[in-house]
């Protein structure tokens, strides 16, 4: 008996044992397991995160929308139900008869249910069918459609980043869905116990340097750039020289990320400002320049080159754009008017060894870092086999390839005192309820390339060629402009093409303290002689004089004024005419035409304003009293 007794009271103690651990220890382990036997969750998606502008204007946002889900437990009739759903959805019965019967707790009616409009949302509710439910599900929303689509990139049906930065920061922007939660019996019956919403959590916000008003400035100049020349594609970037901030991106042919399954994989994936990869030609001697006068190869002013259009070096006689040369100039003129053999002699001077470092300590050959997918490195030639033909080309921009982002990053840091930064577009991560910063982008140095001293020569030099030079179509009276004309030949099968170039402008202001850099590069315009500074420099100019009002930029002191040729319009200074006669004003205005306002003979008002600088031969109108 006591051994029996001792034996009953063990047992008792195990049994107390085992329900002290099923009902403490592993309670919560095991109610789960319970509750997902006879719960059922009702997904509800949550948004995706904003992206904003660099002054919190939208740029990706999302629109709400009811997706069809169905419990096939649920469903009594699933005939009539499936009939009446096909009805609606204008879908075949048989597919969805699959859906309404499936073995399944909960089946998502995909692709047909999704995304429905408000009125279909409705006829279905109406049915009032048990088994039936339509859940929140929220759609990607671009505001300006197609504007920087290629950097924004899109997403898929169910909210996935695929390219741009909807695919690089998918991580960050993508939330975690929350549920409706109801509870069921064992075969799918709803039960009468309350349901438990689980909130969903949004995904992180993005707010990037871009600034809305360059980035349409942009957009507007390529779209006419479009129309105009009809070229196998553009490309527009513009960059805070200072920082590496991204302020303007964009390329055609574009996109429409709101209707992405209209383009192909191609067209959509293939961001040309970081993606496409060419000969710079000219602009690129701005780097050559640089290495020049930091290696104190060159005195802008002192030293002269004669050109008789063409330079021998070895087998190879390499030309100017210009038929007979420029005959003697300073180094200076062979910057303005973008002189190829004077560049060849540059090129000589510093030798291979010591132009390739350069270039490579101005990025070119490798990728530049930027926060965007799908970047390419460029290509240099290979040390080893650079030969005098090689240098040559290489120093006017010819032999190598190179890609936009590259590029005006490198000419920054030519302007900007010698300073290499890493180009940037994510400004910051923020919290999606309070817009917290979460993550901070700064300014990131790469290297110093070259010496305060020679980037004010750079900047000197530049600003002559927009004033004097093949940039002037780029000048923007009152402003100092700097920049540099490109024309470039493009290579196929091995061999250049004829009458087929993509022409560049790179630009900048204001020339001494630069604020903003912009690069615009048409593809073989159809029509019209194809010299860079004819085609490219009037869009960039227009995205600079954009620039201004958009960062505030006032009007610098000094600069160079434009030398007019005889084909260019002249600015004039609007003289004061108010309180004078009409005889009078006429004569101070000969170089305007003159507009009467009102029927008195005296002047009580003008427009422009005295002071102004305008084009000959625009109108000034007069308010007489």
Known sequence: MKVVLIVIIFLFILIIGKVFYIQVIDYDKLNDYASNLWSRNLPVKADRGIIYDRDGGVLADNITTTSLVVIPNQIKNKEKTAKKLAEILNVNYEAMYKHVSKKTSIERVHPEGRRLSYEVADEIRNLKIGGVYLVKESKRYYAFDTYMSHTLGYVGIDNQGLSGLELMYDKYLTGKDGAI??????????????????????GMNLTLTINKDIQASIERELDNAVTKYKPDRTIALAMDPNSGEILGISARPNFSPNNYQKYTTEEINRNLPIWATYEPGSTFKIITLAAALEEGKVDLEKDKYTDTGSIKVENATLHCWKHGGHGTET??????????????????RL???????????????????VDLNGESSGILFNLKKV??????????????????????????????????????????????????????????????????????KVRYALESVVSNGT???????????????????KVENGRYLVNNYILSFIGFLPADNPQ?????????PKGVNQFGGVIAGPPAKAILTDAIKALDIKKPSGGMEKE????????????????????????????????YDGTGDKITYQSPEAGSRIYEGETVRLFTN
Do not use: H, M, W
């Open 181 to 202: 939660k109801y509870f069921s019996d064992a075969k799918g019956n709803k039960l009468s116990l309350s349901e438990v919403y689980e909130k969903p959590q949004d």
């Open 516 to 524: 903003i850099v912009v690069y615009v590069a048409i593809d073989n």
């Open 564 to 595: 007019y040729q005889y084909t260019d319009k002249k600015y004039k200074e609007v003289p004061d005419v108010v309180g004078k006669t009409k005889q009078e004003a006429n004569k101070e205005l000969k170089d305007f035409k003159v507009k």
């Open 351 to 369: 030798g291979k060894e010591k132009l390739f470092d350069y270039i490579k300590r101005f990025g070119f050959g490798s990728k530049t870092g």
């Open 331 to 348: 180094f200076l003129e062979v910057v303005e008017n973008s002189c190829n053999p004077g560049f060849v002699v540059l090129g000589q």
């Open 387 to 456: 030969g005098p033909v090689e240098l040559a080309t290489t120093a006017f921009g010819q032999g190598v390839s190179v890609t936009p982002i590259q590029q005006v990053t490198a000419v920054s840091a030519a302007i900007n005192g010698g300073t290499l930064y890493k180009p940037y577009i994510v400004k910051s991560i923020n919290e999606p309820e309070t817009n917290t910063v979460i993550k901070q982008t700064n300014k990131t140095v790469v290297r110093k390339v070259i010496s305060e001293e020679t980037s004010k």
């Open 471 to 489: 940039g002037r179509t780029a000048y923007i009276d009152g402003y100092r402009v700097g920049g540099k004309t490109g024309t470039a030949q």
